[in-house]
Structures are given as C-alpha cells and as structure tokens.
C-alpha cells in the first residue's frame, strides 16, 4: 500500500518559502492521486493542489504562489510554497488514493493520509 509521509513544515514569516515532501516507502505514487490538504481548528479539511492523470490542480488561494511536482522514482512529491500568506498558516497533509480523475477530489476520496506537517507564517 501507499504510506504518505510528509515533512518540511515550519514555521516563516509573510513573504517567505517552504518546500514540503511527501515520500512514500510502499507502493509509489505512480499511476495514482497525490494531494495536498490542508486544515486549521474549526474548519474543513480543503485541497490545496493535486496531481495525477497527466494534470495538476490549485486551489484558487494558491495558484501562482504553490507548485507540485513529483521526482522520477516516484517515490516523492513535493509542494513548493512561495510568497506564503499569514492566512497559509495549517497543518498540511499529504493524501494519495486512485480516486476518479480528475484528482480535485474531496479529501473523502483519499485512502491514504500522512501525519500532517504544521505550516506557521507570521506577518
């Protein structure tokens, strides 16, 4: 099975970057769902970017900002945060399933969950 790991979380002030690492030391991520989420107290867990069947997706508070990508083995994707916002501040999650394409899925749809990383930007 997949077994999400994330790390690389932190804690930054506005403005600054953040790369997070999602690695998986059973099945790879190949031909599958990989996502980010990310969720605050009180609040529903939301998708901030996916990727899968050839396609990447952003949620609108992140384009521009966010990129995922995954490494040739793969074994690893990545979440690179730039220009990081007070409002980014979550703990971020790392989920990977075979969810219907596209991979903008509720997080529902996902099978498998990592710990989560916290994510802290102060103005």
């Known amino acids: 099975q997949v077994q999400p790991v994330e790390s690389g979380g932190g804690s930054v002030q506005t403005g600054g970057s953040l790369r997070l690492s999602c690695v998986t030391s059973g099945q790879t991520f190949s031909g599958i769902c990989v996502g980010w989420f990310r969720q605050v107290p009180g609040k529903e867990r939301e998708g901030v970017a996916t990727?899968?069947?050839?396609?990447?997706v952003y949620a609108d508070s992140v384009k521009g900002r966010f990129t995922i990508s995954q490494d040739n083995t793969g074994r690893t994707v990545y979440l690179q945060m730039n220009s990081l916002k007070p409002e980014d501040t979550a703990m971020y999650y790392c989920?990977?399933?075979?969810?219907?394409?596209?991979?903008?899925?509720?997080?529902?749809?996902?099978?498998?969950w990592g710990q989560g990383t916290q994510v802290t930007v102060s103005s």
């Open positions: 989920a990977a399933g075979t969810p219907y394409f596209p991979c903008a899925q509720p997080a529902p749809v996902y099978q498998y």
């Open positions: 990727l899968g069947g050839g396609r990447t």
